[in-house]
């Protein structure tokens, strides 16, 4: 099994790279931190290199691409820290509508979704908050083993969360029998997992890349504080782990995409890693920053409350592997 990626995936994932830095610099995340507003023309500007359009459907709009394709995008997504909804809408909202959505429902929705017309949303049983809400035109709300898509005129209250710029709300979505789409749920958290455990690998690589500029630049008793073995230690740990984690997500989207029997289980093994590898590598970068790293002006805080906020998100660590410990008890296969 060839696990390498193309040349294509390489060049999508160059492409997100550059876009990512453009529109999320730490100075647009400062300033969401600070309460300043969401700048609508930044999802447009996604819909127009056709990162939006990655899961939705040729026939819809979009470029009909798959988990596979989505995994070194998500990544650069963490690395950047984007603060828009590009995992719920892309990577959760577009699949589910394409896979279960009825016709109306992917007629309404997903050319409006390739084009930034519309953000999506969601809310599983299992994750009661919702991300970015107040903007959200449609809510894909996991209800009773149903899938509903439900579109704006939900209500919603704001809730405090670790990250300012991933903004989390409850919601009251009504749902009706025309709110109903046309599948059930058994894959949305394994979606919202594996979507999350990519954009968290992203966030540990730029905690690991931040660590090793300042470790590198920082100087103790006349040379770099990583030339010293303590630090090499932990920052190589980090990297070990950030690795591994990368391998396990990479398999998890292989086995979404290709609607493998162990998809769930792959899932669960990589957001348990992804949420494991980040809260190492957030420790550790804050303890090689030293002082510095704790204050409000430094850029470290963006990512390290990024990571706190995805390592609960879809499932903890522990909540995975209670999942994986009750498959592997039940005898589950699928």
Known sequence: ?????????????????????????PARLRDLWEGGPRDSTVWKT?????????TVPEDYGGSGRDEIDLALVLE???????????????????????????????QRWLPAIAAGDAVATVQ??????????????VVIVEQDGELHAVPKGFSFEPVDGEDRARRL????????????TNGDTPDTLARC??????????????????????????QQFGRPVGSFQAVKHKLATVHVLVDSSRSATWYAAYALARKLPDRQRAASVAKAYASDAAAVAG??????????????EHDLHFWLKRGKALEQAYGSAAEHRRRLSAQAWQGDTD
């Open 76 to 106: 650069e997504a963490g690395r950047a820290a984007l603060p828009e909804p590009l995992l719920e809408t892309v990577a959760v909202a577009a699949p589910l509508l394409s896979e279960a959505g009825l016709d109306e429902q992917r």
């Open 1 to 25: 099994m060839d696990f390498e990626f193309d040349s294509e995936q390489l060049a999508l994932r160059d492409l997100a790279r550059d876009v990512f830095e453009k529109e999320s610099s």
């Open 124 to 137: 599983l049983e299992a994750s009661p908050f919702a991300v970015d809400a107040d903007v959200a035109d």
């Open 169 to 180: 709300f409850t919601i009251d979505a009504k749902t009706s029998s025309e709110t109903r």
């Open 193 to 218: 997992a594996t979507a999350a455990a990519a954009f968290l690998n992203g966030v540990a690589l730029r905690l690991l890349d931040m660590s090793v500029t300042h470790v590198s630049a920082r």
């Open 283 to 296: 420790t550790e970068a804050l303890q090689v920053h030293g002082g510095i790293g704790f204050t409000w």
């Open 46 to 54: 996604l819909a127009e290199v056709g990162l939006l359009g990655l």
